[in-house]
């Protein structure tokens, strides 16, 4: 509870922040952008959180959702239907997170090697596949009867409309609907009682008589396809995908929102509120450094990374200090 | 309290009696809120852990305190490595001084370089005391040292307490073993609720005497037995021929039955936890058959051997029992899934039904089941590993080390538990190196020596050196 209380005095402390900077900046219309934003971060974050509450960590994100994205692409140039494409890369993404999980319950290697390693394969791949960027502009060209489709598949996800006008925060939308379902099975069911367990002790867990590969595999699952679900949206939402940075860094971000949020890496901990608030953070972060102005100045691009470390070092301290004090324990 | 100079001050008490609390205080890892503490007639004030070892206190854990992946020279001078330059490690009057300290402690001078993940639970406990006697410790303090220790690891420390007494060293020896007190303490100092509850001289040290100060009144049954018989029909639990991954080459052939609890006794390193990891599925089975009720299971995982109606309470609880950072509520529930949900969705009112039903039942002492499990004490930690199962009614219970670092009030309550269970036709198969609790609880008792059943005991052939001669391979 604590934890939620503090990354939501952030986030309020933000909002304000951008009113004060820039009152126009906090009209409908940003607001409407950053939280399409937070929606898309939401949906990588959730995955990888789930991951982290099993006590296991995934730094292929990136590489997956850049390689979905290309795929996505290619498949409808290849004339095939944008829904029966995204299911198609989603399934992808799902053999991808089995692979890695039995990786790590059946050669008992560590979820931090398996998917550094899958970080450097999925971006070759996605590079030898497509030396250059796809685009649906080039795709709608090609394919003019699919193009109602893929405005339609846009609108309902991403909330643009033709004219990649930003009608509605779908993409928010999309996520809270994952947020839900994952914070039923978190928090409800067996599945999420066990992953709790798992990521806290799994040996314990196993000598409950619970076999703990099967629920350790699912959330690498989850991971992979929530993060292929991220490479269709961004192709929807920005119409082009680049094989060379596609998804680049996105793992960081992701991790850095379910730590934000209260998940500890150690595994164990976690809410789905929590997660869904953390990954909040970073987009308006974002979006409010941008309209902050010192001394008549800018803030500088660059300036922006630095700004995301030190609210992490930070949130982590203040988390720290405060467990110290209610465990009372060293 | 007091102390004197050559002095084997045995400190007894159940869990939460406050002697860690009371010693962490002494090895200045706590500070009094009030009194005095006097050395040699000084007072003294410790604010840390170095300024009890300047004073000559050393303050040996119950968990041992070395680092496993250096050597022992390396860890008998951590943290006051002689240095060169105030950088540069000295090796070589480190290594000699090293020396004379395992010769002291009766270790062989070769060990000095041995790193101490090679060395066994007893030789790491007389590295321990190495390392306090090269802080020229006048006082120290042994938590528990013989919970992990074999006979003869323990016999060897007990020569090596003796030598120290007789050079002038003072030792406060904590222990829940009585029979270790009687055998080794000069006075015993019962500790009850944080207060001195009465002191034994040599001459008055006995079982009952200690067991009347330390929970006020007399135990009479404490090891239970509500008229429990074997039944009859095939065994509960039948291993023919078994063999296992770590096991010994030969195999293992016996059986259980219901309404009966079996001991089963042996050194440590005899195989018996391994025994009782191949049946609960955590280590593979290689050969041979288990059956249950008559017939063959095969067990892969613990999730079979769940299914197949055994249960597991594991030697280390905090390890393998219990997810520690989870509260009773939900550690108790975790096996008991499948009959706690439907399609996946866990009813949170048959989970606090169950709960509920299972601490009263247990008698667990804990402010409320969303209390965290690691913040109570080892005996109801241990009711909480046994609940885990009681929903389940088991066809066999396997108990490893049920009474380990469990208070005498607690495990009075866990034997009664036991005996009620074998009753109810339960087959009990309780491992432990605690030879009282076997010949007291056990209605046959197995001994493994080296991974082979050496033998097998009843009521009437079982004795303390009947044991002993088996465990040890004498024939």
Redesign the interface.
């Known amino acids: 509870m604590l934890r939620i209380a503090g990354v939501l005095i952030l986030l309020v402390t933000l909002y304000v922040t951008l009113r004060v900077a820039d009152p126009n900046a906090f009209g409908s219309r940003n607001l409407i952008d950053v939280a399409n934003r937070q929606g898309f971060y939401g949906v990588l974050t959730l995955g990888v959180a789930v991951l982290i509450v099993t006590g296991a960590i995934d730094l292929s994100i990136g590489s997956v959702a850049g390689l979905a994205a290309i795929m996505f692409g290619l498949l409808m140039g290849e004339g095939i239907r944008p829904i029966p494409a995204a299911g198609i890369v989603l399934l992808g993404g799902m053999l991808v997170g089995l692979a890695h999980g039995l990786l790590v319950t059946r050669l008992k290697l560590q979820a931090f090697l398996v998917t550094l390693c899958g970080l450097f394969i999925y971006r070759g791949i996605a590079r030898y596949i497509s030396k250059r960027p796809v685009g649906l502009s080039d795709i709608q060209q090609e394919n003019p009867s699919m193009t109602s489709s893929i405005d339609w598949l846009r609108w309902l996800l991403i909330g643009k409309d033709e004219n990649s006008a930003l009608v509605f925060p779908a993409q928010l939308f999309v996520m809270i609907m994952l947020a839900v379902a994952i914070g039923f099975i978190l928090h409800?069911?067996?599945?999420g009682?066990?992953w709790?367990?798992i990521g806290?002790?799994e040996?314990?867990?196993?000598?409950?008589?619970?076999?703990t590969n099967r629920y350790r595999v699912l959330a690498f699952v989850i991971s992979s396809t929530l993060a292929s679900l991220g490479g269709i949206l961004m192709l929807l939402d920005v119409r082009t995908a680049d094989p060379n940075t596609a998804g680049t860094n996105w793992e960081l971000f992701a991790i850095t929102g379910a730590v934000l949020g209260g998940c500890s890496l150690k595994g164990?901990e976690g809410t789905a509120i929590g997660i869904v608030l953390g990954a909040a953070v970073l987009p308006l972060l974002q979006n409010a450094m941008s309209f902050v102005e010192i001394g008549g100045k800018e803030i500088p691009d660059s300036v922006i990374p630095v700004v995301i470390g030190f609210t992490l070092l930070l949130g982590t301290i203040v988390d720290e200090f405060f467990r110290k004090r209610s465990?009372g324990r060293k | 309290m007091q102390l004197a100079a050559g002095e084997v001050l045995a400190i007894v008490g159940e869990n939460g009696a406050g002697k860690s609390t009371l010693m962490k205080i002494l090895g200045g890892l706590y500070s009094p809120d009030g009194g005095e503490i006097r050395l040699e007639g000084q007072p003294v004030r410790f604010n840390n852990v170095n300024d009890a070892m300047n004073a000559g206190i050393s303050l040996i854990h119950q968990e041992l305190n070395l680092a496993e992946n250096l050597s022992v020279a390396a860890n008998i001078f951590l943290g006051r490595e002689r240095l060169a330059a105030r950088l540069w490690l000295r090796e070589r009057p480190m290594t000699a001084e090293a020396r004379t300290l395992l010769n002291r402690v009766g270790l062989s001078e070769s060990l000095v370089h041995a790193t101490v993940n090679q060395l066994a639970p007893g030789q790491k406990q007389l590295v321990e005391i190495a390392r306090a006697l090269s802080l020229n410790a006048r006082v120290i303090i042994m938590d528990e040292p013989t919970s992990s220790l074999t006979q003869t690891e323990t016999d060897r420390l007990y020569e090596v307490i003796f030598d120290l007494r007789a050079s002038g060293v003072s030792i406060i020896y904590i222990s829940h073993r009585l029979a270790e007190v009687k055998r080794c303490a000069d006075r015993v100092t019962v500790l009850r609720d944080g207060r001195n509850a009465g002191e034994l001289a040599k001459s008055d040290i006995s079982h009952d005497a200690i067991v009347r100060l330390m929970v006020g009144r007399d135990l009479k049954g404490f090891y239970p037995r509500s008229g429990r018989v074997p039944r009859d029909g095939p065994p509960t639990l039948e291993l023919k021929n078994v063999t296992f991954a770590g096991g010994p080459a030969q195999p293992i052939s016996f059986s259980l039955r219901a309404g009966e609890i079996v001991g089963m006794a042996g050194l440590v390193g005899a195989g018996r936890t391994e025994l009782a990891e191949a049946m609960f599925g955590i280590r593979a089975i290689t050969a041979g058959a288990v059956s249950i009720d008559g017939k063959v299971v095969d067990i892969h995982h613990p999730s079979d051997a769940v299914e197949a109606g055994l249960s597991m309470a594991p030697e280390d609880r905090r390890l393998n029992g219990l997810v520690l950072e989870k509260s009773v509520q939900f550690n108790l529930s975790l096996p008991n899934m499948d009959r706690l949900s439907k399609n996946g969705v866990v009813s949170s009112s048959k989970e606090s039904r169950l709960v509920d039903d299972l601490c009263a039942w247990l008698k667990v002492k804990t402010p409320s089941v969303h209390q965290v499990v690691g913040l109570l004490s080892g005996g109801n930690q241990q009711k909480v590993v046994l609940g885990k199962w009681l929903a389940r009614t088991p066809r066999v219970l396997i108990l490893d080390e049920p009474t380990r670092g469990v208070d005498v009030g607690a495990r009075s309550e866990i034997y009664g538990l036991m005996d009620k269970l074998a009753a109810d036709g339960v087959a009990v198969w309780m491992i432990s190196s605690d030879l009282e609790e076997v010949l007291g609880m056990s209605d046959r008792v197995l001994v493994l020596h080296e991974g082979k059943l050496a033998g097998e005991l009843n009521r009437e052939q079982l004795s303390e050196e009947a044991v002993m001669r088996l465990a040890t391979g004498a024939l």
């Open positions: 409800k069911s067996v599945i009682r066990y709790y367990a806290y002790n040996s314990a867990a196993r000598y409950s008589g619970i076999a164990g465990v």
